[in-house]
T-cell receptor, first 120, second 110 residues
Framework: DGGITQSPKYLFRKEGQNVTLSCEQN?????MYWYRQDPGQGLRLIYY???????QKGDIAEGYSVSREKKESFPLTVTSAQKNPTAFYLC???????????????????FGAGTRLSVL | EDQVTQSPEALRLQEGESSSLNCSYT??????LFWYRQDPGKGPEFLFT???AGEEKEKERLKATLTKKESFLHITAPKPEDSATYLC???????????FGKGTKLTVNP
């Protein structure tokens, strides 16, 4: 089955520690995204990538880092500089990123099941 | 100022009681408006996308409509399994971002 796999489902971070969240997709999508979801707030964009070896900051990139070495993979590292990391993290992908000329349905973002990160 | 506002924040319905969720937006140059369903502890599930005013799409008990300032998600004769948070999001010309509202939490009681 094609889809987006996020792991782990739950993750705990000690103070001063960096942790990495995994996101893998087998949909052959070019674009991938990371969002953060907090109670009572809409999803906020952390980073996104349109092609391999390229990525852009979203609205709340401080304290996070990403890489895109393979089309299928877009890991997110939550660094010790992120002082309030407790949240639900969602990875998404789309055939093409929004903002470009597109055919119907190519800019739809499909989401993984999420990783819940807590601080010990 | 929020670009995407969803109302109400929460809605309780009895099974079979039809209603509508609202998503209003203030952006210009709308490219696409998206509706997602999110169950607790899960990722959002895509429902509909609308690209132009007057467009309507249906899926089972759900129907999404779009005007120049807002979108509605109509739920006809809801069932308890329709209970979830419904998210609205949009893209606008020249931007590569999907902007989300805060969602409407729908509870359908049997």
């Amino acid at each position: 089955d094609g889809g987006i796999t996020q792991s782990p489902k739950y993750l705990f971070r000690k103070e001063g520690q960096n942790v990495t969240l995994s996101c893998e997709q087998n949909l052959n999508h070019d674009a991938m995204y990371w969002y953060r979801q907090d109670p009572g707030q809409g999803l906020r964009l952390i980073y996104y990538s349109q092609i391999v070896n390229d990525f852009q900051k979203g609205d709340i990139a401080e304290g996070y880092s990403v890489s895109r070495e393979k089309k299928e993979s877009f890991p997110l590292t939550v660094t010790s500089a992120q002082k309030n990391p407790t949240a639900f993290y969602l990875c998404a992908s789309s055939i093409d990123p929004p903002g470009r000329e597109y055919r119907d349905r190519e800019d739809i973002q499909y989401f993984g099941a999420g990783t819940r990160l807590s601080v010990l | 100022e929020d670009q995407v506002t969803q109302s109400p924040e929460a809605l309780r319905l009895q099974e079979g009681e039809s209603s509508s969720l609202n998503c209003s937006y203030t952006v210009s140059g709308l490219r696409g408006l998206f509706w997602y369903r999110q169950d607790p502890g899960k990722g959002p599930e895509f429902l509909f996308t609308l690209y132009s005013a007057g467009e309507e799409k249906e899926k089972e008990r759900l129907k999404a409509t779009l005007t120049k300032k807002e979108s509605f998600l109509h739920i006809t004769a809801p069932k308890p399994e329709d209970s979830a948070t419904y998210l609205c999001a949009l893209t606008q010309g020249g931007s590569e971002k999907l902007v989300f509202g805060k969602g409407t939490k729908l509870t359908v009681n049997p």
